[in-house]
C-alpha cells in the first residue's frame, strides 16, 4: 500500500511501519508518499526521532500518542443496504454519550439500549464524539485524531457496529464533531504543517484562510465526508462553529455544506449538518439560494435558557436577560430572544432576527437539557433535582408541542438521578492537575464553591455520571418515561404539532400561563404556583393528554397548578386520539 502525509515544510519525511524504517519521496503540493507493505505505521520528520501518527488516522489502538494501524473499511459487512435515511424535519432527536450511556461504556453496549430509544420514539440519535482523545474517560471534546474512533469505546468496527444497528431500527445516527479546536494532550498537527492559527477558549484553532489553509479546509471537508460515506453516519453536530475564524469569500461551512450536498445526492439517502452557535445569526441555515451557508439547523440555546427560567427561576449568569416577561412566548414566536437586542452578558447588542415567514421551525432544535447546560454546571446537577415533577412536565409539553426540531439528553426521559459531570482521565499528572484547577476556579468565579466542584480526574465522577438504568421502571421515574412516550406519540399522530411553519405559530403568555396554538390544537400551560381557569378559541374539545387533574368547564380549561393540557376542539379533521391520548401523571 502507499503511505501518505502532508508535510510541506519538512526537508525529510520517513514512515516507520511495522518497527522499520522507509524513506518518503516528496511531490511539489507538500505531500510525501512511500509504497511499503505494513500494518502498524508512524512518521518521523525531518531529523527528529519522534515517531508520530498519522494527522488522517482511521485507528489508534495504542492511543494518541502511539503509532497509527491501516484499516480497511471495505472489509466490513455491513447489513443496512436498504437504508434509506431518516430526514430532520418531524424527528425527534436523542444525545448521548458512549461512555456513561450503559454501565459498559462501549458502543457495543450502547446497542442494548437501541430498543429502548425505539420505544420512546425517537427517529435520530446524536452521538458525542467519539474520535480519539488522551486517557480512557472524557467528554470528547478534547480530540487530536479526528478520524480515528476512541479505542476504549471499542474502536472503528464498534462505531460501524453501532450505526448498523441503528439503521436496522429504524434509527439515523448523528456524530458530534469538533473542528474549532484540538485537545491538549496529542495534537501533533503543527509538526506537519501550518494547520494552527491562533487559540480560542478552548485551545488551538485551525488555520483556514492563511497560507496553506487549502489543505488544512481539506483536512476538515475530507473528514466529515468520511464519517459520512464510510461509516453510514447520517448527519454531523457541528461544535461551536463560531469559534471557526474564517475570512474567505466562502466560508468553510458553507463548502461543507455542498460537498455534504453533493455527497447525499450520490448516496441517495438525506445527510443533515446541525450547527452549535453563539452568533444567533440564521443565515447559517438560510438555503445557499438565499445567501445563506446552507446547513440544516442549528442548536437555540435562547429556547433552552428562557425554558430554564421559566421552570427554575434561575437569573444569574446568562440567564438575567431571560428573565424578562414574556421572554419565553416571545421566543417561541421567534426561535431567537436576542436578536439585534442588548445582551447584558456580554455588554452589547446580539443577534438579529429570523424570518419566520421563509424559515421553518425545524431547522433550530429545542431542548429542556443537553450535555453542555448540565455537564458546564458545578455539580453537574440535572433539572429534574431541583424542578417538580409538574413544572418537567410542562417543559417537555412545551419542547414536543413547539415547532421546532426537539431534542432529548440521555436519561431526561425518566428523569434519571444521576447528575452528568464533567470528568477527563489526562495520564499526564501536570495537565491533569491543571485541568482540576482550572474547572475549579472557574466555576468558583461564577459564584459555586470550589469545593463543590467534583475532582474531573476521579474515576467515581465518571461513575456517578454513568445513567442507571434500573431507575426505568421506578415509581417517580416511570411516570416521565410514560409522559415522554405519549408526548412523542402524539406529535407524530398529529402532524399540526410538528409542524414547522413558525409564521403559522401563535403564543400567548400572560403571567405564567402560556398557550401554544397548533392547527386545531392547544397546548395550555400553567406554570404556576396556583390553579387556573384559561378561555380557549375553539368549540367545545377533548383533552388528548394532561398531566394533573385537569378539566374542561364552561369558561375554557381548568388546569391546577404546575401541569398542562393539550386540547383538540370538536369536530377536528385531526388523526384520531392514540393510545397517547390519556391523562399523564406527574
Not at 484553532?205 to 488544512?216: A, H, K, T, Y
Not at 455542498?258 to 446541525?274: C, F, H, K, M, Q
Not at 396556583?530 to 367545545?540: K, M
Request: hydrophobic share 40%.
Amino acid at each position: 500500500m502507499t503511505f501518505t502525509v502532508w508535510a510541506p515544510a519538512a526537508e525529510r519525511v520517513r514512515v516507520r511501519v511495522d518497527g522499520v524504517e522507509h524513506a518518503m519521496t516528496a511531490a511539489p503540493d507538500g505531500w510525501w508518499s512511500a509504497a511499503v507493505d505494513g500494518t502498524d505505521y508512524a512518521f518521523l520528520l525531518d531529523d527528529s526521532d519522534d515517531a508520530l501518527p498519522d494527522p488522517r488516522s482511521l485507528w489508534q489502538p495504542g492511543g494518541v500518542h502511539g503509532p497509527s494501524r491501516r484499516y480497511d473499511h471495505s472489509a466490513f459487512g455491513w447489513t443496512d443496504d436498504g437504508w434509506t435515511g431518516r430526514a430532520l424535519p418531524g424527528g425527534v432527536i436523542y444525545e448521548l454519550h458512549v461512555g456513561t450511556f450503559t454501565p459498559g461504556g462501549t458502543l457495543d453496549s450502547a446497542i442494548g439500549k437501541l430498543d429502548h430509544l425505539v420505544d420512546l420514539g425517537v427517529t435520530l440519535v446524536e452521538v458525542l464524539p467519539v474520535n480519539s482523545f488522551d486517557g480512557t474517560a472524557g467528554w470528547g471534546y478534547d480530540g487530536v485524531l479526528w478520524g480515528a474512533v476512541h479505542e476504549p469505546y471499542g474502536g472503528p468496527d464498534a462505531f460501524k457496529r453501532f450505526v448498523d444497528a441503528c439503521h436496522g431500527r429504524g434509527l439515523g445516527v448523528l456524530l458530534d464533531v469538533v473542528y474549532n479546536h484540538l485537545g491538549p494532550s496529542g495534537a501533533y498537527l503543527d509538526r506537519f504543517g501550518p494547520y494552527f492559527a491562533g487559540q480560542n477558549d478552548w485551545g488551538p484553532g485551525l488555520n483556514l484562510d492563511g497560507p496553506g489553509s487549502d489543505e488544512v479546509r481539506r483536512y476538515v471537508i475530507d473528514n466529515a465526508l468520511g464519517w459520512l460515506r464510510d461509516f453510514h453516519v447520517d448527519g454531523l453536530r457541528l461544535d461551536a462553529v463560531h469559534a471557526l475564524l474564517d475570512r474567505r469569500a466562502t466560508h468553510l461551512l458553507e463548502e461543507l455544506a455542498v460537498e455534504v450536498d453533493a455527497l447525499s445526492a450520490g448516496l441517495g439517502r438525506p445527510l443533515t449538518l446541525i450547527a452549535e452557535s453563539d452568533l444567533n445569526d440564521a443565515k447559517l441555515v438560510t438555503a445557499r439560494e438565499g445567501g445563506g451557508y446552507g446547513l440544516h439547523a442549528q442548536w437555540s440555546d435562547d429556547l433552552h435558557h428562557c425554558l430554564h427560567v421559566a421552570l427554575t427561576g434561575e437569573t444569574h449568569g446568562y440567564y438575567a436577560d431571560f428573565a424578562e416577561p414574556g421572554a419565553l412566548g416571545r421566543t417561541l414566536r421567534e426561535a431567537f430572544f436576542h436578536a439585534g437586542t442588548w445582551s447584558s452578558f456580554r455588554g452589547r447588542t446580539h443577534g438579529r432576527p429570523v424570518d419566520t415567514r421563509v424559515l421553518p421551525g425545524h431547522r433550530f432544535l429545542a431542548y429542556l437539557q443537553n450535555h453542555d447546560q448540565i455537564g458546564n454546571r458545578a455539580t453537574g446537577d440535572r433539572m429534574s433535582a431541583t424542578v417538580s415533577p409538574g413544572l418537567l412536565a410542562c417543559g417537555a409539553a412545551i419542547v414536543f408541542c413547539s415547532p421546532y426540531t426537539p431534542m432529548v439528553f440521555m436519561g431526561e426521559e425518566w428523569a434519571a438521578s444521576t447528575p452528568w459531570q464533567f470528568f477527563a482521565s489526562f495520564p499526564d499528572p501536570e495537565l491533569a492537575n491543571a485541568v482540576r484547577t482550572g474547572r475549579r476556579r472557574e466555576f468558583g468565579a461564577h459564584g459555586w464553591g470550589e469545593a463543590e466542584v467534583p475532582d474531573p480526574m476521579d474515576p467515581a465522577t465518571v461513575e456517578r455520571s454513568t445513567l442507571l438504568w434500573s431507575e426505568v421502571d421506578e415509581p417517580g421515574h416511570r411516570e416521565v418515561l410514560d409522559l415522554y412516550r405519549s408526548l412523542i406519540a402524539l406529535r407524530r399522530a398529529h402532524p399540526e404539532l410538528a409542524d414547522p411553519r413558525l409564521a403559522e405559530f401563535a403564543v400567548e403568555q400572560v403571567d405564567t400561563v402560556l398557550v401554544l396554538r397548533r392547527g386545531d390544537l392547544r397546548l395550555v400551560c400553567n406554570l404556576g404556583a396556583t390553579a387556573v381557569t384559561r378561555a380557549l378559541d375553539v368549540d367545545g374539545g377533548s383533552v388528548l393528554l394532561a398531566s394533573g387533574d385537569v378539566a374542561l368547564v364552561d369558561e375554557g380549561v381548568r388546569l391546577p397548578a404546575e401541569s398542562f393540557a393539550i386540547v383538540q376542539a370538536t369536530g377536528s379533521s385531526s388523526n384520531q386520539p392514540t393510545s397517547a391520548s390519556r391523562s399523564a401523571s406527574s
